[in-house]
């Protein structure tokens, strides 16, 4: 007989919890999706959207199920940019979690999709429209899981704070960056929940829980060059364009060095554990120090592994001459940069003047970089991440991953609110379809992705003596 240990009692107790929990959340699945329907089929884009009547409609979900007027916010600094921010109150013992989400959206136009993609669409095990997965799926989450709570008269350690923002898509008037300059005291807490993670799958396996915990920067610079020009029956080798395309000849031909900071380190430690081969050996050589030999080159050949070691810029634009029958008098580049964290921006500049190999080709920032400190690895998180994750699916590990693109999650970490980017939203390996035609989100996959984001929440905030009794 195998004896009864404090591990196997939270063991059971937990599934129990988790069984009971996922009954309550099929029977509230209604509002669930009535929820989200409606949050859906607000135009929030930026050209012709409406944050404002999206932050309203939730506000009055939250109002509905009985939190008081004095928790729920809305503004913004233009009339259809509003946001909310609602507060579900606890006991006070410790700082507030921040629950992030955007209600902006993509463009979307109608010519490319197969339906509306405004009108809330269920068919074949998966529902379709703008803004499904990115983000309002979490921001309907949020948003029913905590009427949920509100129903069930669970009072947490901590408040439970929900922000569902405005223009992360782009535009002038980025909510999160509002709310912090504007009303910090409304959002600050000890650490937020964002998108930017998410689980894989392959071949309908999960294959990891990702985290994100970090994200490159986005900066591009402007090349330019000017020349006298001349008449085309008269060329001459001094040309514009064929001294800036010298230039990007000379960066297709340059690699920033190799940098890792810990969450990629990691990334690559526990990746390793789900190959086999030579690729498993140098996800664990690119982690040891220094790296294996010929582990960087070989992982560099694939784009994603190349963009989470190394800081990389690439030409994206050309703009050259002013007639055909005119030498050029004016060529002009844009090249994009995405920036490893910790690393400057300037330096990164200085470098491009050095490959450019052309003192007569400015570089110029075309926008003030942002920089992005990494979120640790707190326990306080990560464990219960971890442990839930393995509760809800056996055997799937939990990565640390570093974004490529951008999210909220660099203004909250520049603002002092270590940012964990996490879902339980899985996706197939081949990736999603966010930003694209027909937009769409697997059924199962945002029942599991509420089920874990309600329980991970729970056991953040869940009351000290709770969290004594389940370690004893």
Sequence with gaps: MKSITPNRIFLVLFLAFFCQSFSFAQRDRALTLEIFKELIEINTTHSTGNTTEAAEAMADR????????????????????????????????????LLMAHIDVVEADIKDWSFDPFKFREQDGFYYARGISDDKAMASMFIANMI???????????????????????????????????????????????????????????????????????QSFQLEIKNPGGHSSRPHKDNAIYHLARAIMNLEDFDFPLNLNDGTRTYFERSAKLETGQLAEDMTG??????????????????????????TCVATMLDAGHAENALPQTAKAVVNCRILPGEDPEKIREKLIEVFDNNDISVTPMNPASQSKPTSLNPVVMGPIESITEMMWPGTPVIPTMSTGATDGYRTRNAGIPTYGVSGIFYDIKGSNAHGQDERLKVTAYDEGQEFLYTLVKELTKPTSVSSNREE
């Design 62 to 97: 939250l109002r509905a199920a009985g939190i008081p007027e004095k928790d729920i916010f809305i503004g913004g600094p233009h009339p259809k940019k509003g946001n909310l921010v609602a507060r579900l109150r606890g006991n006070g013992a410790k700082k507030p979690v």
């Design 148 to 218: 949920r709570m509100k129903k069930e008269g669970f009072v947490p350690d901590r408040d439970i704070i929900v922000a569902l923002t405005a223009d992360e898509e782009g535009g002038d008037h980025n909510g999160i960056t509002w709310l912090i300059d504007n009303h910090r005291d409304l959002i600050d807490a000890e650490f937020a929940i964002n998108e930017g993670g998410g689980g894989l799958e392959k071949n309908g396996k999960k294959t990891l829980n990702g985290v994100q915990l970090s994200e490159k920067v986005y």
């Design 286 to 311: 690119i982690a040891q120090t220094p790296p294996a030999a010929g582990a960087e080159k070989r992982l560099s050949e694939n784009t994603y592994y190349n963009a989470l070691l190394h800081t």
